[in-house]
Structure formats: structure tokens, C-alpha cells
């Protein structure tokens, strides 16, 4: 019976990418990054390679690329959602919306769970690919597993994104102890030394203070 099922929804899939390239079917590749410093290519390569697997043309994949926190912003303030969510209520063509991971969806459980079930009063499906996962099974219907996986993995990112937020404020506070920039502004009269990043006194504004 298991083989017998798992033969079915194989098929089910094969059918649906086949449909996905008669129907002209749209997908999102949904791609964030936290900070400026980080490249978006690698995770941008990997998401639309997955997607082509599932029939989608190159034509008909919509790339939405941010860089923004996924800890700081809540829902209405993340742009790569929002223009998600707007390409949606555009165009009925798109029918699945891919993320290189979880994480880069969000780190905050409230966002998360929102898209998710946004997603799913949409028949949308969401691939994930670390882990693999697709929410909806090839009938429409949640998937069970990935509904699992989805709260595990949801909640790892939550706590990564703590753990991440914890260890900035103790660099930070080491820099300061020490006498170094760790970002911000500065007082009035104090400068920073561009070679050891260390705060000086301004000479130009010295006689002021």
C-alpha cells in the first residue's frame, strides 16, 4: 500500500509539472538576505533550478530579491512579502512560490504561520528546499509531513534567530568595553580611526568639548 501510494503521488507530480508547462503556470522565487554584505546569486541559482524542475519556464518565474531582516520587520513591513503577496492577487497564472530555506521566509513564528496559511486558502504551493519540502500535496491537500516539518524547522529558525540576536549584543558590548566602533552614532567631539576602528577624540571639534 505504501509503494502503491507513493507511485500515485509520483505520477500526480509528473501530471502537475506537465500541466505546469501546458497551462503556463507561474512561480515565485522568493529570495532575502539580512545584511548588504551577503550575495543573493547563490541562493537565487539554487531556488530557480528547482523550480525549472517542476516545469515552470524560465518566462514564467517571477524573481523577487530583498535584502531585509527577517527578525526586526513583521509582516507589513517585509517587502519581499509584500510584493509577493501582490504579484499573487495580480496574476491567477502563479501557483507555487519557492524559498532557498524556512528561515529566509522568516524567523518570526506570527509571520510565518500567516504566509503559510495564506498560502494555503490560495492552493499555493510553497518548496522549501533545505529542508526538502512541499506543503501541499499533489491534490491540493496539506501535506501532513510537511506540516511536521514546517513546525520543527520553524521553530529552529526562531531560536537561530535569537541565538544570531544575543551574540551581535555581546560583540557590541565587548567593543564598547574596549574602547572600539561598534556602530551608530557617535558623541559630539569623538571620531573613529578608520585603521583600528577604535573612538578618538576629533581633533577638528576638540576645542568644543
Known amino acids: 500500500m505504501l509503494y502503491l501510494h507513493l507511485l500515485i503521488n509520483d505520477i500526480t507530480s509528473q501530471l502537475r509539472c506537465l500541466i505546469n508547462k501546458l497551462a503556463n503556470m507561474k512561480a515565485i522565487a522568493l529570495i532575502r538576505v539580512s545584511t548588504i ?12 533550478a528547482e523550480i525549472k524542475k517542476d516545469g515552470y519556464s524560465q518566462d514564467n518565474i517571477i524573481l523577487i530579491e530583498e535584502k531585509e ?3 526586526k520587520l513583521d509582516e507589513e513591513s517585509r517587502l519581499g512579502i509584500n510584493r509577493m503577496k501582490k504579484a499573487i492577487e495580480e496574476d491567477a497564472a502563479i501557483n507555487a512560490v519557492c524559498v532557498f530555506e524556512l528561515a529566509r521566509l522568516s524567523r518570526r513564528p506570527d509571520v510565518l504561520y500567516s504566509v ?3 498560502l494555503i ?6 518548496i522549501v528546499l533545505k529542508p526538502t519540502m512541499k506543503l501541499l500535496e499533489p491534490d491540493g491537500q496539506v501535506s501532513q509531513a510537511a506540516s511536521i516539518m514546517f513546525a520543527i524547522f ?20 565587548t567593543k ?3 574602547g572600539i ?11 573613529v580611526n578608520p585603521k583600528t576602528r577604535a573612538i578618538e577624540v576629533d581633533p577638528v571639534q576638540a576645542d568644543v568639548i
Open 37 to 48: 554584505h551577503q550575495d543573493l546569486n547563490q541562493q537565487t541559482e539554487a531556488v530557480i
Open 69 to 71: 531582516s527577517a527578525v
Open 116 to 118: 503559510r496559511d495564506y
Open 121 to 126: 486558502n490560495r492552493k499555493i504551493q510553497l
Open 154 to 173: 520553524g521553530a529552529l529558525a526562531e531560536q537561530e534567530g535569537y541565538i544570531r540576536k544575543e551574540r551581535l549584543a555581546r560583540g557590541k558590548l
Open 176 to 178: 564598547k568595553v574596549q
Open 181 to 191: 566602533w561598534a556602530g551608530g552614532n557617535l558623541p559630539f567631539g569623538y571620531t
